[in-house]
């Protein structure tokens, strides 16, 4: 029988060997060592994610005290904090960007408002800001074009963008006005400036939730809309949604003190 013996070592090995002061032809010592190196490598990621993870626990322990300590405090006072908007930053970011943009100034696509600008639908109390981020809100437009028609939809836009100084064929205003008075001052009021109270939008400050353009215009009043602000008491909880009523607010102070 043929007399069995171990591959000869390669050039790398010898080399490899000769640096660790072992035999060239000691495989096994070598493949210790790189198991040996293994060990050690591991390790050492574990050692990194421990301080990784006692990192993140003490910035969790640091956040939990500061949010503690804004409990129950007025969102007007907490605004004027730039420890808690910097906060607030941070959370808004990562639970309402997503529809109302990372400046806060909403997306007519979606018909997120604008947060920033001064012209709430509920209100631009901070106690209101508060609640919407707390419980949520719902807001509904019946379409009407059923009742109005394709030619009634054109008037009720007409007369509505009138209220904002758009110009449009007299004879469409005078005769979306008849309109309005019978389908929509029930929710808008008389004067078209809205109810805070049902969260009707006011029609007269040039500010639109899907934008001004005639065609949108029309489409509301035609098809209606649905809107729909989640909830986030559970999520959050009323200090993380404090936190981020005090950073909206303190936008929007400083939004519309530039604009004025």
Known sequence: MAELRPFPPSQ?????ARQAGLHAASPLLVGG??????????????AAMAARAGAWIEAAVRLDATL??????????LARDAGVTSIGAVLYEENCAACH??????????????LVDGNSLYGNDAGALLTSI???????????GGVLGHEGANEAAAYVLSLNGYQAPADWIAAGKVRFDALCVACHGVDGQGNQALG????????????????????????????????????????????????????????????N
């Open 68 to 77: 503690a300590r804004i409990r129950g405090v007025p969102v007007e006072t």
């Open 101 to 114: 943009g990372r400046d806060g100034r909403g997306n007519q696509l979606l018909g997120s408002p604008n």
């Open 33 to 46: 060592l790189a198991c040996a190196a293994a060990v050690i490598v591991i390790a050492m990621i574990g």
């Open 12 to 16: 790398r090995r010898r080399a490899l």
């Open 134 to 144: 707390l419980d949520g809100r719902r807001g509904a437009m019946p379409g009407l």
């Open 200 to 259: 009707a939008p006011d029609l007269t400050d040039d500010v639109w939730l899907y934008g001004r353009d005639f065609n949108r215009m029309t489409q509301t009043i035609r098809d209606g809309r649905n809107a729909y602000m989640p909830a986030w008491r559970e999520r959050l909880g009323e200090d993380r949604a404090r936190a981020i009523a005090a950073w909206v607010y303190a936008a929007g102070q400083r939004e519309t003190g530039a604009a």
